[in-house]
């Protein structure tokens, strides 16, 4: 199998040097041939290595992780964010459907994330799909932070055919479905996203959305109307009809101030 070429990019020595040697011992696919202290260093680097994995820091000085790829316009590689953050920006991450490991650096983490680079570079790599679904992903997560609401905002949806953005906002409920989640739109579209119930809830986690069920996700603004008669339902503003479960009515109840 083809190593990947992978280029570190941290202020810290330690940190770099640290990676480096995890990713020696834990994930032998992986070749680290550029290892770099700042954006602009990185930026020099990499338009002399051809490379197909990034490790990224965010929070360096100058410049942040996620505005040297703003500065990058030909994206063709993967990108695993290296991070301390444990709020806002990982939740973007998320959103944008792209991986990252927090500090300190877990060996179990790091494998499974460089596992699914290799996944995604050996199979598409020559795919114009490939190159497109990178580039919305990382668009998609510049443009949460660049907003700074402390709120996400859209949701980069992986298809099997590349990707797919869209707004929260649009979205009327999320179904679990074994270890998938079927994502159902207003406008009735659906897709079907190979994440769970549960990390969308993480993700999604502030007062938009309300946990009805085991199996339901609730955009708050599109419910219409409940139903007490044999247990609690609730109706969308789309006429779709999704059950309240017994353990849930009574936080429904009160997130709706319908004692």
Do not use: W
């Amino acid at each position: 199998m083809k190593k990947l070429k992978a280029l570190i990019v941290d202020d810290e020595k330690l940190s770099r040097d640290m990676l480096e040697l995890l990713v020696s011992k834990h994930c032998p696919v992986v070749d680290v041939i550029a290892k770099s202290n700042s954006a602009a260093d990185a930026r020099l680097k990499m338009a002399t290595y051809n490379i197909d994995l990034l490790f990224l820091d965010i929070a360096m000085p100058n410049e942040t992780g996620f505005e040297l790829l703003e500065t990058l316009p030909n994206r063709k590689f993967s990108v695993i964010f290296i991070t301390a953050y444990n709020q806002f920006a990982i939740k973007a991450i998320k959103a944008s459907a792209l991986d990252y490991i927090l500090k300190p650096i877990d060996p179990i983490e790091l494998k499974m994330a460089v596992d699914k680079a290799v996944l995604i570079q050996g199979s598409k790599a020559h795919s114009r799909e490939f190159k497109d679904t990178i580039n919305d992903s990382l668009n998609n997560l510049i443009g949460e932070i660049r907003n700074n609401t402390n709120q996400i905002t859209s949701l980069s949806l992986p298809l099997k055919n590349g990707s797919r953005i869209v707004q929260i906002d649009e979205v009327n409920y999320f179904e679990a479905s074994n270890n998938y989640c079927v994502i159902h739109m207003i406008n009735r579209d659906e897709f079907v996203i190979s994440k769970t119930l549960k990390e969308y809830e993480e993700i999604l986690g502030d007062n938009r959305f309300i946990r009805i069920h085991k199996s339901f996700l609730v955009n708050r603004d599109q419910i219409s109307a409940y139903n007490r008669k044999d247990g609690m339902s609730i109706e969308l503003k789309n006429g779709a009809e999704l059950p309240v479960s017994r353990r849930k009515q009574s936080q429904f109840i009160d997130e709706f101030n319908l004692n």
